[in-house]
């Protein structure tokens, strides 16, 4: 399906990923207060399932638009970086795999926005970008709930590092061919070899 961009700012997934934005405060607070966990990371994953709402309605009812195309990734990643800042604040995620997420989203975004700013080069989401941010998404929340002790600890906590596993390895491989569309849009922008 070929989809055309708009400069609408006025568009339900635009509305979606700004919800989305609003409720990462209330669903920090909620796991960073004790007996509250369990509605936080709740919250957590219905912030984290309208992303995959928004780009759908974008999709299928032609209003993709620029702003949504920033606003979208820009949603995910402060969804994120919030969790993984309260579930280390509380010990429900271990550093080192938080490290392996924030370090490859660092990269992306320091090398993404310096071409976008130098050249005013763009570069399309991948559909294995999406796969793996969900998969972390939902890796994230899973570890955390089984590390809280919630209902089905155990359970939760093996399915969360397999989704972990399979996200973080997807999201680093995305992360390569990144590296190469930027390249590549670079050379577009500047005609070189």
Not at 82 to 108: C, E, H, K, N, T
Not at 130 to 143: E, Q, R, W, Y
Request: charged share 15%; proline share 3%.
């Amino acid at each position: 399906m070929r989809v055309s961009r708009t400069d609408r700012v006025a568009t339900v997934p635009n509305a979606l990923s700004l919800l989305r934005i609003l409720l990462i405060p209330v669903f920090v607070a909620l796991i960073l207060r004790h007996g509250d966990e369990e509605a936080g990371l709740a919250l957590l994953v219905g912030v984290v399932a309208t992303d995959w709402v928004d780009g759908y309605i974008a999709r299928h009812t032609n209003q993709v638009s620029r702003l949504g195309e920033v606003l979208d990734p820009v949603a995910d990643r402060m969804a994120i970086l919030a969790a993984l800042a309260a579930l280390l604040a509380r010990g429900a995620f271990p550093v080192w795999a938080a490290l392996l997420v924030i370090v490859r989203d660092g990269a992306v975004l320091i090398a993404g926005g310096v071409v976008l700013w130098r050249w005013r080069a763009r570069i399309d989401v991948r559909w294995i970008g999406k796969v793996g941010t969900f998969a972390l998404m939902c890796g994230i929340p899973l570890v955390a709930w089984g590390n809280f002790g919630l209902v089905l600890h155990d359970a939760a906590r093996v399915l969360g590092w397999v989704c972990f596993w399979i996200g973080i390895t997807l999201y680093y491989a995305v992360g390569a061919l990144y590296a190469f569309d930027l390249v590549a849009a670079v050379r577009r922008v500047t005609g070189g070899p």
